[in-house]
């Protein structure tokens, strides 16, 4: 679900940020921040990027449909206020 690559640049960036003692730790420190960050991203409520896509792809179907119902309605209702007229 994550980019593996990304997790590994804000890894990275974490690592770099941290004091020349603490990255003495080397790997270690590495993959315990890469842990932590997939163990936190996990929890968070996401969804993947193709489902993401398929959903907007869903949504301006939908949104087209509705727009042509709305025209179809609006020429009704004029018929309807036009056979009224008469």
Same mark, same amino acid.
């Given at each position: 679900?994550?980019?593996?690559?990304?997790? *590994? $640049?804000?890894?990275? @960036?974490?690592?770099?940020?941290?004091?020349?003692?603490? %990255?003495?730790?080397?790997? &270690?420190?590495?993959?315990?921040?890469?842990?932590?960050?997939?163990?936190?991203?996990?929890?968070?409520?996401?969804?993947?990027? *193709? $489902?993401?896509?398929? @959903?907007?792809?869903?949504?301006?179907?939908?949104?087209? %449909?509705?727009?042509?119902? &709305?025209?179809?309605?609006?020429?009704?209702?004029?018929?309807?206020?036009?056979?009224?007229?008469?």
């Amino acid at each position: 679900m994550f980019n593996p690559k990304k997790l *590994e $640049e804000i890894a990275k @960036q974490v690592s770099d940020a941290m004091p020349a003692g603490v %990255k003495s730790f080397g790997e &270690e420190v590495d993959r315990k921040i890469k842990q932590v960050l997939q163990a936190q991203l996990g929890k968070l409520d996401m969804v993947s990027r *193709e $489902e993401f896509d398929v @959903q907007t792809h869903v949504l301006l179907r939908t949104r087209e %449909k509705l727009a042509e119902m &709305e025209a179809k309605f609006a020429e009704l209702e004029i018929k309807l206020d036009q056979n009224n007229e008469k």
